[in-house]
């Protein structure tokens, strides 16, 4: 009989809502809520152990939180290690990212999420995602796929992406073919100029193109905002913006400052942030766009500065915050956005 390692945060692991989300992480013998009916549906495999933690010690305690993980699976010495479903739920999702982060190349790792959870892009690359809704209620429907594509690993079958339901990883692997590579693109070529369908072995991502807004005819008039990826915020971050992955984005009113130096620092995860925190302004030039203001270069620097985190952001964050911060800017009359990263 095989053993199944299961991830589940406080909800489904039947110790509580939000009020428990800051349980630390224990394992504990045998199924506890979906890993109950997964387990039921596995072939010549059972789940033998669950860990249960609180998403939010998990998101800020991750290094003890993967540290746990290691050392139940350790213990536990799984075959399989099998995380949520996460469904759209952000935290939980960057938690079983941190689970697959931790166990990465020692197990196969198999989960659920909606397509656009951040914790989709935080650990494609390294687990089997199989797509769900966005909550709950999908869960019958989830967990026979789940199961299925388990039995499938566990069995030591080969798995495709396309025939066995999960989302591309973004992985090249190598494979025996029939024919050389030339002959397959010949192949594929001729296919095209005769207008018949062929299938690509390297799936190009797709991007959306935003046609540029029209030039500022008058600088001078204009009103400019300043918009950063850096993870700028207030001393002391009193808005807990998240270091990577963010969930959010804030903004301050800066139209009594002619500098964020002394008062701002980057809480951004993916650079060394010693020079940033010696001046913010290195990150976010609200000193240089006062300057302009002063000698009458641009009109007016709008008064409120807003900033996110982009490291490990996913897409669809990205794209949301994009909207909203847009949406705000372009009804408050601004003409112009100064946009950092790092």
Same mark, same amino acid.
């Given at each position: ?20 989300a800051h349980i630390e992480p224990r394992l504990v013998e045998g199924t506890v809520g979906p890993s109950m009916a997964f387990s039921n549906m596995?072939?010549? #495999? ?16 991750? *290094? ?32 079983? #990212?941190? /689970? ?6 020692? /197990? ?6 909606? +397509? ?25 429907? %989830? @967990? ?9 690993i566990l069995a030591g079958k080969a798995v495709k992406a396309k025939e066995d339901g999960y989302m591309l990883q973004g992985r090249r692997l190598t494979i025996h073919a029939e024919d050389i590579g ?18 690509? +072995? ?20 204009? !009103?400019?905002? @300043? ?35 002394? /008062? ?28 302009? *203001? ?13 900033? %996110? !985190? ?20 372009? +009804? ?7 946009? !950092?990263? %790092?």
């Amino acid at each position: 009989m095989k053993k199944v390692l299961y991830y589940v945060n406080q909800f489904f692991g039947q110790i509580g809502g939000e009020d428990q989300a800051h349980i630390e992480p224990r394992l504990v013998e045998g199924t506890v809520g979906p890993s109950m009916a997964f387990s039921n549906m596995l072939e010549g #495999a059972e789940v033998s152990h669950t860990i249960i933690c609180g998403d939010n010690y998990f998101n800020e305690n991750k *290094e003890a939180a993967m540290k746990f993980v290691q050392d139940a699976f350790e213990e536990v010495q799984p075959d399989l290690v099998v995380a949520g479903p996460a469904f759209n739920a952000g935290r939980y999702g960057m938690a079983v #990212a941190g /689970v697959a982060e931790a166990l990465k190349g020692k /197990v196969p790792i198999l989960t659920s999420m909606y +397509e656009e959870n951040p914790g989709v892009d935080a650990c494609r690359s390294i687990a089997y995602i199989v797509p769900t809704g966005e909550s709950a209620a999908a869960m019958r429907k %989830t @967990l026979p796929a789940l199961a299925e594509l388990a039995n499938k690993i566990l069995a030591g079958k080969a798995v495709k992406a396309k025939e066995d339901g999960y989302m591309l990883q973004g992985r090249r692997l190598t494979i025996h073919a029939e024919d050389i590579g030339a002959r397959r693109a010949v192949n594929m070529l001729v296919k095209r100029f005769k207008g018949e369908e062929f299938e690509t +072995e390297l799936p190009m991502p797709e991007f959306d193109y935003v046609d540029p807004a029209a030039p500022i005819a008058d600088l001078s008039k204009a !009103t400019i905002a @300043l918009v950063t990826t850096g993870g700028m915020v207030p001393n002391g971050n009193p808005d807990h913006l998240q270091s990577a992955s963010a969930q959010k984005w804030v903004k301050y009113d800066v139209s009594s400052l002619d500098e964020l130096k002394g /008062v701002y620092q980057t809480v951004h995860g993916g650079f060394d942030p010693v020079y940033a925190n010696e001046r913010a302004d290195r990150v976010a030039p609200l000193d240089e766009l006062k300057r302009l *203001e002063k000698e009458g270069k641009i009109g007016k620097v709008f008064e409120y500065f807003y900033s %996110t !985190t982009g490291t490990g952001t996913s897409v669809a964050n990205s794209e949301k915050f994009g909207q909203e911060i847009g949406k705000e800017l372009k +009804e408050s009359g601004v003409d112009g956005v100064i946009l !950092t990263s %790092t």
